[in-house]
């Protein structure tokens, strides 16, 4: 990986920043991997947008974790690449790794709602290299629903109900997410319009009816009441076959990773 880098100018700045977080050989002992590898022209954008002078200010921990958030820890060569989640190297909590978004339209890749595939399928070794427009950053919660289109009503939910900095604490944090859907059916079923039309503290507290406290992975769930931020419980049963929430919210996706937490996604929101 390391020497491909090196033979493409184009990733000179990419091979800088391994070399400063001390990614050298971890990279070249990766099998069965993927690397989203940032163009120069991406690694100055980050700067500016970050407020660093150059490279060298980016402190090493924070450096390290977003060039391991570029690696999948699979092969996927761009024919094989579809819109979901992947798991990448960068740390998050109990061990896990954060996962990144990746959206397919047609033969064009998106990373995170950001970046997009420029170059595929470059070979090193048992390694594919896809080169990308902009760095993409490790995410907390928020960020994370942000980065998938389907959660767009629970972002502005967030937002609306002051939450964000709250979800952005360090946690970790288990987040139940309504898509949508959920969102636009829960509108229809207490017949307003927007969410803007119920009461703040009325969204807020739904919302912390979502967020169980720790890192909570699928394997971990088990049957019973659970706790949330908001003070009411969740009820878990169906654990070993198909687990469901409140007896007919369904679990549709699980194990979304960020930086400070977990989230699962739903098709119903918990409405006490």
Do not use: C, W
């Amino acid at each position: 990986v390391v020497g491909t880098a090196l033979a493409n100018s184009n990733f000179s700045i990419l091979v800088q920043a391994v070399v400063k977080a001390d990614l050298v050989d971890a990279l070249k002992g990766l099998k069965e991997a993927t690397l989203f590898a940032p163009t120069n022209d991406a690694f100055v954008s980050l700067l500016g947008e970050l407020g660093f002078a150059s490279l060298d200010d980016v402190p090493v921990a924070t450096l390290k974790n977003i060039l391991l958030y570029h690696v999948v820890g699979a092969p996927v060569k761009a024919a094989d690449v579809s819109t979901g989640y992947a798991s990448t190297l960068s740390p998050a909590p109990n061990s896990k790794t954060v996962s990144l978004f990746l959206e397919k339209n047609g033969s064009a890749v998106k990373i995170d709602n950001r970046a997009s595939v420029v170059v595929t399928d470059v070979i090193s070794s048992n390694v594919i290299i896809h080169a990308i427009d902009k760095v993409i950053l490790p995410g907390k919660i928020v960020q994370m629903a942000i980065n998938d289109p389907s959660f767009s009503s629970l972002v502005a939910a967030v937002v609306y109900a002051d939450l964000v900095d709250a979800l952005n604490g360090d946690g970790p944090f288990t987040v139940f997410a309504p898509t949508n859907q959920a969102f636009t059916d829960l509108l229809a079923e207490v017949g307003v319009s927007s969410l803007t039309d119920l009461p703040k503290a009325t969204v807020a507290a739904v919302l912390l009816d979502h967020v169980v406290s720790g890192n909570v992975n699928s394997g971990d769930l088990a049957n019973g009441n659970v706790p949330t931020l908001g003070g009411n419980v969740i009820t878990v049963s169906g654990v070993g076959s198909t687990p469901v929430l409140n007896g007919d919210i369904n679990i549709t996706a699980v194990d979304i990773q960020g930086a400070n937490g977990v989230f699962h996604r739903i098709d119903k929101v918990i409405f006490n």
